[in-house]
């Protein structure tokens, strides 16, 4: 595992970079590919500057991956010259936030996979900033693994830490920042106990190791409250936390009110929750919500000082998209571009070792 700081890029090798497939043009649009075809053909070694830049303001990340892939896949990548901001630095819209300067022969062939792989992470690192600065003090468990391809856990979850995300669900959205999956006594495995959110919790707690933390989901009978204080009496201070999973259609049993805000986990359940837990001493035990939360769903929880302690987040955060664009704008160190485009300094652009 690879423990991550600001201002410390991940090594080349942390990536498991496809490279023969990305070097043979696999992944690349196939204009990239033909135009380095031509270029190499023709004996053709224009020196060029490649300006990537973003569409939006963002929290950009996955430079380290994008410089990965030009320092493995690019054909010459030792004579290449690449300055780039750091991972999580915020970004204007159309600010530059790389360029790649050399023989353009070398790397044309790399434009659709170094796009791509700021792209994503940038998206998600822009959306759980949203959501870590609306929780403020609250910890954010980044826990949508299962809303996209698993192969894509691992740049989501490090684009996560990256913005403040305290907490992933899968070993593979920690592996580059050194964090193991956290998880709850899921709604199966209570199934698989005939509905006994107890006996469920009971077994995690006999055959997991101690160092796991005993957070338990307690909706699947509709009675949050309950099963947490009977969670709680079973399991005493190894019970870390209870998770509040009620689905948005769906009212727990102890909700009084009859309105919009009654449904799935609502502001009156979590403070039905906190108040029954720490009458019957169970004050240490943490209460976790999810489902359906938004940046604006924990404003709104905050703002009437909802007793939660931490949020876990899912499909939400993979709905934005920002993209990337790359234009070459100087040939043989003098300014040269496409129309519309122009050759776009930033200072904060730090050069590539």
Known sequence: ?????????????????????????????????????????????????????????????????AVAILKLCADRPKQLVIKALYDGDKVKAGETVMTIEGDYSTF????????????????????????????KSKK??????????YRVQ????????????????????GLWWGEKGLGTVPHGLIAAYKGDTVKAALAFDKYMPKSIQRIVLVDFNDDCIGDSLEV??????????????????????????RGEDSYG????????ARKALDKRGFHYVKIIVSSGFNEEKIKRFLRLKVPFDAVGVGSTLLRQKIDFTADVVKVEGKSLSKVGRKYNSNPRLKLVR
């Not at 509040?244 to 049993?253: G, I, M, S, Y």
């Open 1 to 65: 595992m690879v423990k991550w700081q600001y201002g410390k890029r991940l090594k080349p090798s942390v990536f498991d970079i496809p490279v023969k497939k990305i070097k043979s043009g696999w992944y690349s649009d196939k204009y990239f590919v033909r135009t380095k075809e031509i270029l190499k053909a023709d004996n053709n070694h224009t020196r060029v500057l490649m300006q990537v830049f973003c569409r939006k303001d963002a929290v950009v990340c996955g430079l380290d991956e």
């Open 108 to 135: 044309a062939h790399l434009e659709t996979v170094y796009l791509g792989v700021i792209a994503r992470p940038t998206a998600v690192a822009t959306a759980v900033r949203k959501v870590v600065k609306a929780a």
């Open 232 to 257: 709680a009496d079973a399991l005493g201070r190894r019970l870390w936390g209870v998770r509040f999973d009620t689905a948005e259609d769906v009212r727990d049993k102890s909700v009084k009110g």
């Open 265 to 272: 986990v609502c502001p009156e359940l979590v403070f039905k």
């Open 154 to 173: 691992t740049t989501d979850g490090y684009a996560a830490f990256v913005s403040g995300a305290l907490g992933v669900s899968t070993d593979a959205q």
């Open 140 to 149: 954010v468990l980044f826990f949508p693994a299962r809303f996209d391809h």
